[in-house]
């Protein structure tokens, strides 16, 4: 049997499903000779984890391990596939079974009767606390074996059950003793997640010693600041949203941070009161998210930003059809308590994905907020997409309704980039019909939820930075947007996707934005710890959990300070490295203020990475341009032809 073989074979042997990809590339025999080690190289992961795994030697497969460790020369490459070994079992529960559990049993029961019957006057507590422990045995055991979802406890009774406590630990454990400090994917780490804390509570964040940041790894971005920095006054620094639309009579001052759309439903009534309270406080809007605007959001007395998803929550009524519809009444009845309306089409966590909250979780409150039945019978969904309206034409025809229904307010739509060609389908329907929306908040892959499909969260979407320069490049090439005083713009634009510091709002900006939103970040403030439990409904900090025994340790009126003051801080941070910068405004931060190191010794303006945002204003309609834009624009649909293939009533 070759090396390979033998290494194939006694990975297959080892009892795991195959999950990750792994290359063997050190096998090692233990001094002692009781143990056999391979070292394994995970092939899935990024930082090349070494995993080890020790073979007990006097296990079935010891003899072909050990007859490796003999004669391998220490290095492989062989690719062989084994579930990740960290989430395997360790070795002392593997040695455990039903019959050691019954005999372990057995022979403390025997203990146990017969140090009561010759110590019971004389030891009686212990006694008593050995007879408790005896009976927790065997009643877990049994248990165990009896139950049949599973298969780890019914084959190693008592014991099997570490495995579970220690992976629901392991976050925890992870969080607060192995992290790193700037360890990324966590998703925000723990240097974000202190800024977050300190601005919260109210402390200018500063740090000793110089930056811990490698300055030489790629991906590093730094801001570059003039020799004669201005002087600016954050308050000052606002966006009037609609402002250049004449048909948008009810234009919003907008500031230049506002709380991203999360829902009452995934959040808790306490949360959405904080949020909305601290907004109030520090002059900032909040997005209800799409489940409709509800009393908690009235209470804090927020600027609301109503989010319109596709089951229409507040604005919507079952067809005959069981389909939920949009209801313009409803919809007048509740925008009278909205700054602005934001259409979602899609979020950069779940793109064309539904949504959907157990009806375990909808309680009264949250079942007015979404009109729905109170108690309810079924899970409430929300669908993929919208059925107001199915291509770009019927989406103008739907913003216009929605300003004519509110009275000029602005309108807007969110959504997260995907196929390039249909937002500039869309882009041309604008153009074509001469309505367009008053904002486009751009969602990046990378953003956040309560709950989604990891293969979403992970893998659909475009993220931020390429969605955002994007946008705004398409938007310059057809007049709406100026990239030299976006003041000047017709649609302004939103964007969200981890938003934390001044940095990344500053870098968001020169991406071509005006405003930001932040969601998680707001949810630090309100004191999240990142438990990543959103959607088990036991949020331990109070915020995304129905449970009031849990969110009745969230105090709204403490929590709304914080809000306000993490806006207000991170706000003066951007401010300040605008001053840095010498420029006298958000609408003049530029691409080239931004670099980023894209190579050993090379580093690129956003400009130079991103060449769509070399555009120039109008480019596009007379076919000019960078040449992927235009290429792309090119092959999105003919607008002539694409309006003869629908019947848009909005054309005019
Ligand atoms: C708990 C939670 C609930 C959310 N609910 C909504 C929603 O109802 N509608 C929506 O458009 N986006 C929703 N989002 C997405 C956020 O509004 C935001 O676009 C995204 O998280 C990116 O921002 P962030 O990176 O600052 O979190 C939700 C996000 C979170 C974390």
Request: aromatic content about 8%; some cysteine.
């Amino acid at each position: 049997m070759s090396n390979f073989e033998a290494k194939k074979e006694i990975t297959s042997k080892i009892n795991y499903n195959s999950k990750h990809s792994f290359k063997v590339v050190r096998t090692r025999k233990e001094k002692s000779q009781t143990k056999s080690c391979i070292t394994f190289r995970s092939c899935a992961d990024i930082e090349d984890e070494e995993l080890s795994y020790c073979v007990p030697f006097n296990s079935s497969i010891s003899a072909k391990a050990y007859e490796l460790a003999n004669n391998s020369n220490g290095v492989d490459n062989t690719e062989v596939s084994l579930k990740d070994v960290s989430a395997g079992l360790p070795d002392f529960i593997e040695e455990w079974n039903r019959n050691k559990f019954r005999k372990v049993g057995y022979g403390l029961t025997g203990l146990t009767l017969a140090s009561s019957l010759n110590t019971f006057m004389i030891f009686e507590e212990h006694t008593i606390l050995f007879t408790a422990g005896l009976g927790f045995y065997w009643v877990v055991g049994l248990r165990d074996m009896k139950q049949k979802s599973q298969t780890i406890r019914r084959n190693f009774p008592v014991l099997g059950n570490a495995r579970y406590l220690l992976e629901m630990i392991r976050p925890e454990i992870r969080q607060y003793f192995v992290e790193a400090d700037n360890e990324k994917g966590v998703p925000y780490d723990r240097n974000n997640r202190a800024i977050a804390y300190q601005r919260s509570k109210g402390i200018t964040a500063t740090m000793a010693f110089g930056s811990r940041r490698d300055a030489d790894a790629i991906g590093y971005e730094w801001i570059n600041h003039s020799l004669y920095p201005s002087t600016l006054v954050a308050q000052d620094q606002r966006v009037l949203v609609g402002g250049n639309n004449p048909e948008c009579t009810q234009p919003y001052s907008s500031s230049l941070l506002n709380i991203s759309a999360m829902s009452f439903g995934a959040l808790s009534g306490r949360a959405i009161l904080a949020l909305s309270a601290g907004a109030k406080l520090g002059g900032f809007s909040h997005n209800t998210g799409e489940g409709g605007i509800s009393e908690y959001h009235k209470e804090g007395k927020a600027d609301i930003v109503w989010n319109i998803g596709t089951a229409y929550f507040g604005c919507g009524k079952f067809s005959e059809g069981g389909v939920r519809v949009f209801d313009p009444e409803m919809f007048v009845e509740n925008v009278k308590h909205a700054k602005m309306v934001e259409i979602k089409l899609s979020q950069g966590a779940k793109p064309a994905h539904g949504g959907m909250l157990p009806k375990e979780k909808i309680s009264p409150d949250i079942a007015k907020a979404r009109n729905l039945d109170y108690p309810c019978q079924e899970d409430c969904h929300s669908p993929s997409k919208h059925n107001a309206f199915s291509n770009p034409f019927e989406l103008c025809e739907f913003i216009q309704k929605l300003r004519t229904l509110s009275n000029g307010k602005p309108i807007g739509m969110k959504l997260c980039i995907g196929q390039p060609e249909e937002f500039c389908d869309l882009v041309k329907a604008f153009v074509e019909t001469g309505i367009h929306p008053d904002f486009i908040t751009v969602d990046g892959g990378e953003g956040g939820t309560g709950a989604a499909p990891p293969e979403f969260s992970n893998s659909v979407g475009t993220p931020l930075a390429e969605g955002l320069s994007f946008v705004h490049a398409v938007l310059v090439g057809v007049g709406l947007r100026d990239p030299q005083d976006k003041s000047r713009s017709k649609i302004t634009l939103i964007a969200s996707g981890k938003v934390l510091t001044g940095m990344s709002m500053f870098r968001t900006f020169a991406l071509g934005a005006d405003v930001c939103n932040a969601a998680r970040s707001f949810l630090f403030s309100l004191g999240c710890i990142q438990a990543l439990k959103c959607a088990t409904n036991t949020c331990p900090t109070g915020i995304t959990t129905q449970d009031p025994a849990l969110s009745w340790g969230l105090d709204p009126s403490y929590k709304q300070v914080r809000v306000a003051n993490f806006q207000r801080e991170t706000v003066n941070a951007c401010v300040e490295l605008m001053e840095a910068t010498s420029i006298e405004s958000w609408a003049k931060i530029q691409p080239r203020h931004v670099t980023r190191r894209v190579g050993l010794g090379v580093s690129k303006h956003y400009v130079e990475i991103w060449d769509h945002l070399q555009v120039e204003k109008g480019d596009l309609l007379q076919l000019k341009g960078p040449e992927s834009l235009l290429k792309i624009w090119k092959s999105s649909y003919d607008i002539s032809s694409l309006a003869s293939k629908i019947t848009a009533k909005a054309l005019r």
